[in-house]
């Protein structure tokens, strides 16, 4: 298992309980430490969790405000430079290991993560940013998500970094495009959203239709309205009918219609500031309803009083969902 690897729920939350009592520093302290480099030493996945959960805890305990306060100033800094390639120098700069770390454990796509921080339209966690562009074209971008706007005289042309947007495109002679770190698409008058994960990019269209394009040289597909689609730099899959959530976050709701857990968790963690760990067998549940995006805390007692799970914090940044 590598440095990197990332160690079963289980064992993360031995290791998180284990930090927690440790941080909190009890009388019998060389005690506790004697059972808890016991418990280290049981097995090579107890050193990797416990390394996960040092590197977690280190970049939201000491670090947090440092990276919030570089972030703030990388944005009023980057309103005095001239030229997007000195923006991106001065971004490297200010962020140092802090961000670069932090955005490296919570996405694959660490070239496209280096970009987001530079980006024209920008959220954190929680937040939902709606705007109308210069040709009347609406936008939404959802929660930790990062937008660049290039609009030409023959073009207009979104760049989608991370996360994901929803976009209501107005009547222009130029075409529309957006491209995601996979493909191209290209917006046939059209409502439709587009969520950047780390290995394809998913596109649903609710109204008019959309030609994706691979930049791997895939077969360009045109999507309809009401379908919905994943795509990687090589080709696309099956057309399936489109999912209604990815249009009710931009109202500040979070909709499910019979997910597993595990895959609702991915969408609440845009929300949940932290850590957000879900057991296997906590993950294996079916979610069904509609739950408040800008209250997590109210969504996982929600979720607590309907499902047979315990929702824990050992620590403040941390946040367990385990099987009862």
Same mark, same amino acid.
């Given at each position: ?14 290791? $998180?309980?284990? @930090? ?18 016991? !418990? ?35 944005? =009023? ?27 490296? !454990? ?17 959220? /954190? ?25 290039? @609009? ?38 059209? =409502? ?15 109204? /008019? ?25 090589? *080709? ?12 009710? !976050? ?14 609702? $968790?991915?969408?609440?963690?845009? @929300?949940?500031? /932290? @850590?957000?760990?879900?057991?296997? *067998? ?15 805390? =109210? ?10 799970? =315990? ?5 403040? !940044? ?7």
């Amino acid at each position: 298992m590598s440095a990197d690897a990332k160690p079963d729920q289980a064992t993360l939350q031995q290791a $998180a309980q284990w @930090y927690a009592r440790l941080r909190a520093g009890n009388a019998d302290h060389a005690a506790l430490r004697q059972h808890w480099q016991q !418990w280290l030493d049981q097995h090579d996945s107890h050193r990797t969790a416990w390394a996960f959960v040092e590197r977690i805890s280190q970049r939201f305990e000491p670090l947090q405000s440092q990276a919030d306060a570089s972030v703030q100033a990388l944005q =009023r800094a980057r309103h005095k430079l001239h030229t997007r390639r000195r923006t991106l120098g001065t971004l490297s700069l200010l962020c140092g290991g802090v961000l670069l770390g932090w955005a490296g !454990w919570r996405n694959q796509l660490l070239p496209q993560r280096l970009l987001a921080l530079g980006s024209d339209v920008r959220t /954190g966690v929680g937040e939902i940013h709606a705007r109308q562009l210069a040709d009347g074209t609406r936008i939404w971008l959802n929660g930790d998500s990062a937008l660049n706007v290039d @609009y030409q005289s023959g073009l207009r042309r979104l760049q989608l970094l991370a996360g994901e947007v929803l976009i209501e495109t107005a009547t222009d002679s130029r075409p529309f495009v957006i491209d995601s770190a996979q493909g191209r698409m290209q917006a046939l008058g059209t =409502r439709f959203s587009v969520l950047q994960r780390e290995q394809e990019t998913r596109l649903n269209v609710f109204d /008019g239709a959309v030609r994706i394009e691979p930049f791997g040289g895939g077969v360009r597909t045109i999507v309809p309205a009401g379908r919905q689609i994943d795509f990687d730099r090589q *080709g696309s899959g099956s057309l399936i009918d489109a999912d209604s959530s990815r249009q009710a !976050w931009s109202q500040g709701r979070l909709l499910a219609n019979d997910i597993s857990l595990a895959a609702f $968790a991915e969408e609440l963690q845009r @929300y949940q500031p /932290g @850590y957000l760990s879900v057991s296997a *067998g906590a993950g294996a549940l079916r979610v069904v309803g509609n739950f408040p995006a800008s209250d997590p805390v =109210r969504t996982l007692s929600m979720l607590e009083g309907a499902l047979p799970i =315990r929702v824990s914090q050992p620590l403040p !940044w941390w946040t367990s969902i385990e099987l009862l």
